[in-house]
């Protein structure tokens, strides 16, 4: 075999190879499916928030989205913002949590101090809600709701969680069996906390 055959063997081979890496590689860019135009659009001071800092979302049985913020309530319809404040009947104007009573329709809101406000029905306004609290933050107080299943109107629970100097909790969920599941910052998965109901 001649050394002429060999170098033309070994060529021949390569761009072989070359086609159909480049053939596969081609095939595969074309039977990925086109990733959707994502829409995203931003919302600050400029378009009528009153704050860029939102610490709890919820969108209602009607399709607004209610936002909590450190300065109110805002509600935003698609077009514009409107913000509902002590002045409008809030308890407190930092709300962290929202929560909408599916059988009802009432909107409950949770504040930083304490405090919770409700409104009843669409069109009606807030008030303070019975059983609001006031006083400075509690340290490891939880600002979020959760329906009480054993009275109506009753949103607050208290437990005893056993967890490490320094660690609070954002938020709070409770299981069927009634076990609290802390969420902490820095850490991907709650954990399970074996206290039980107190208050």
């Not at 070359?18 to 378009?47: D, K, W």
């Not at 209610?66 to 509902?84: H, I, M, S």
């Not at 490891?140 to 437990?159: N, S, V």
Request: with cysteine.
């Amino acid at each position: 075999m001649s050394p002429f055959y060999s170098y033309f063997k070994s060529f021949c081979q390569q761009w072989l190879l070359l086609l159909l890496v480049s053939g596969f590689a081609q095939a595969e860019v074309h039977a990925a499916p086109q990733p959707s135009q994502a829409f995203v659009r931003q919302f600050g001071l400029a378009e009528g928030l009153n704050q860029p800092f939102i610490y709890c979302l919820l969108q209602d049985r009607q399709g607004y989205l209610w936002l909590g913020t450190a300065e109110g309530l805002v509600r935003y319809d698609g077009n514009r913002f409107v913000t509902f404040t002590t002045h409008d009947g809030l308890a407190e104007n930092f709300v962290t949590g929202l929560w909408q009573d599916p059988a009802s329709g009432a909107l409950w809101l949770a504040h930083d101090q304490g405090g919770r406000s409700v409104r009843l029905a669409a069109g009606q306004p807030f008030r303070k809600a019975p059983g609001s609290m006031r006083g400075g933050p509690a340290a490891g107080r939880i600002g979020a709701l959760a329906p009480d299943t054993a009275r109506l109107g009753a949103y607050q629970r208290r437990y005893h969680l056993s967890l490490p100097a320094g660690m609070e909790p954002t938020c709070l969920l409770e299981d069927r069996e009634g076990n609290a599941w802390p969420a902490v910052p820095s850490q991907a998965l709650p954990s399970r906390s074996s206290s039980r109901q107190v208050g």
